[in-house]
């Protein structure tokens, strides 16, 4: 079975300050992976996913992810942090099988900014 | 444009009541899910439609049942609530093909407390 490993539960960085969480899954066939952000008392946003290609994906916000197979791992990182970007994240996996598709989500890592 | 909604958005219970959340998508997708989300503990899958017409447990499905009344619509019943099934519920959907890799909307969520 598939699982998602964030390792951070809580990060707090300076606005300004650059941004990497970090991101690891296990699945045995070639992952579709996505990253999630869930700002308080909202639902989740696509902020960007990986299917195949290009290991390095941008997405929305300023935010890019690298996929990199030899260490499972899909690390989400932005140049430069805003205040906004405060919130929580979650990296996912994606499956396709026979009876259906899913996703399997990690526990999250919440991000504070310090002005 | 209003994608994936979910009613109630908050919710007390007593002990042993029952409800049904309502989700309702208008991206005519064939896929939709319900979560839940724990602090700590990330979104888990309690169940799932892969299509109109099927319904299969997710990974936290007991307590629960599920109807998918059509395409656009997809709730969750809890027949006699307890303390513990004390959460955020969210609704999602995909379209589930080769090319869209089943990127999952959700909603806005739903607050539940059983006292």
């Known amino acids: 079975a598939q699982s998602v490993t964030q390792p951070d539960i809580h990060i707090t960085v300076s606005e300004g300050a650059s941004l990497e969480l970090r991101c690891n899954y296990s699945y045995g066939a070639t992952p579709y992976l996505f990253w999630y952000v869930q700002s308080p008392g909202q639902g989740l946003q696509l902020l960007l996913k990986y299917f195949s290609g290009d290991t390095l994906v941008q997405g929305i916000k300023g935010f890019e992810a690298e996929f990199k197979r030899s260490q499972s791992s899909f690390n989400l990182r932005k140049p430069s942090v805003h205040w906004s970007d405060a919130a929580e994240y979650f990296c996912a996996v994606g499956t396709i099988t026979g009876g259906g598709n899913k996703l399997t989500f990690g526990t999250g890592t919440q991000l504070k900014v310090e002005l | 444009n209003a994608g994936v909604t979910q009613t109630p958005k908050f919710q007390v219970l007593k002990t042993g009541q029952s409800m049904t959340l309502q989700c309702a998508q208008d991206?005519?997708?064939?896929?939709m899910y319900w979560y839940r989300q724990d602090p700590g503990m990330g979104l888990r899958l309690i169940y799932y439609s892969a299509s109109e017409g099927t319904t299969d447990k997710g990974e936290v499905p007991n307590g629960y049942n599920v109807s998918r009344l059509n395409k656009r619509e997809f709730s969750l019943r809890l027949e006699s609530a307890a303390p513990s099934q004390t959460s955020v519920y969210f609704c999602a959907s995909s379209h589930t093909s080769a090319l869209t890799k089943n990127i999952q909307y959700f909603g806005a969520g739903t607050r539940l407390s059983v006292l």
């Open positions: 991206m005519n997708h064939n896929s």
